[in-house]
């Protein structure tokens, strides 16, 4: 079974440019979760949808952060325009709808760094 | 709102011997989900390891095992025979009910000595 695919793996930009994260969750999984994860911190959840509804996006600065799940499978978040602060990793994670809902798989995260 | 807190920024245990990582949480809830993950510097996100709140007896997966106090809201993680390969940044999180965010503590980073 393929894991949860993200691109790019690395990412540099100007601050006040904009930037756009993918997201492929595991295949069946309704839900899934955008997290942030500044460097010596633990990650933080920005945005989780339940098929292509927002569930939670109260953790989300939406004067700069987007992000939409259009089909109820893949995703994209997108960062405009990018602060110095949001230097980070982005983790997308996913669940299952019946068996073990509660635990996300994750994919390997995006670094980006704003210059 | 719920919280974890990770009291050991970092530990470090000699290969083969044993080593336990703490973990406090915070919460009103009385059903709830308790996780352990891994990170290495690849800054993959591994499951090492999930408790049930309503289960009494403590999870183990291989050298993986967890003390799960639920009165002390305390849950530390064991790693037996630790192997080099154990060497990542160790997260404790906590989910309210399936299908919910996960709260992170802060890690500990755990080092092993060959």
């Known amino acids: 079974e393929a894991g949860v695919a993200q691109s790019p793996r690395y990412k540099i930009i100007e601050k006040r440019q904009s930037v756009a994260f993918w997201c492929n969750p595991i295949?069946?999984?309704?839900?899934l979760y955008w997290y942030q994860q500044i460097l010596g911190q633990g990650p933080k959840l920005l945005i989780q949808?339940?098929?292509?509804?927002?569930?939670?996006d109260s953790q989300l600065p939406k004067d700069r952060f987007s992000a939409e799940r259009l089909k109820g499978v893949d995703s994209t978040l997108k960062i405009q325009p990018a602060k110095l602060e949001d230097s980070a990793v982005y983790l997308c994670?996913?669940?299952?709808?019946?068996?073990?809902?509660?635990?996300?798989?994750f994919g390997p995260g995006t670094r980006l760094l704003v210059l | 709102a719920q919280t974890v807190t990770q009291s050991q920024p970092e530990m470090s245990v000699q290969e083969a011997e044993t080593v336990t990582l703490s973990c406090t949480y915070d919460t009103s809830e009385s059903d709830y989900y308790l996780f352990w993950y891994k990170q290495p510097p690849s800054r993959q996100m591994i499951l090492v390891i999930r408790?049930?709140?309503?289960?009494?007896q403590n999870a183990t997966e291989n050298r993986f095992s967890v003390n799960f106090q639920k009165a002390a809201k305390s849950f530390s993680l064991k790693i037996s025979d630790s192997q080099l390969g154990d060497a990542a940044m160790y997260f404790c999180?906590?989910?309210?009910?399936?299908?919910?965010?996960?709260?992170f503590g802060a890690g500990t980073i755990l080092r092993v000595k060959s």
């Open positions: 295949s069946g999984h309704a839900t």
């Open positions: 994670a996913s669940s299952p709808e019946h068996v073990n809902q509660e635990t996300q798989y």
């Open positions: 999180a906590y989910s309210m009910e399936y299908g919910n965010k996960l709260v």
């Open positions: 408790q049930e709140a309503y289960k009494q």
């Open positions: 949808f339940q098929n292509n509804g927002v569930v939670d």
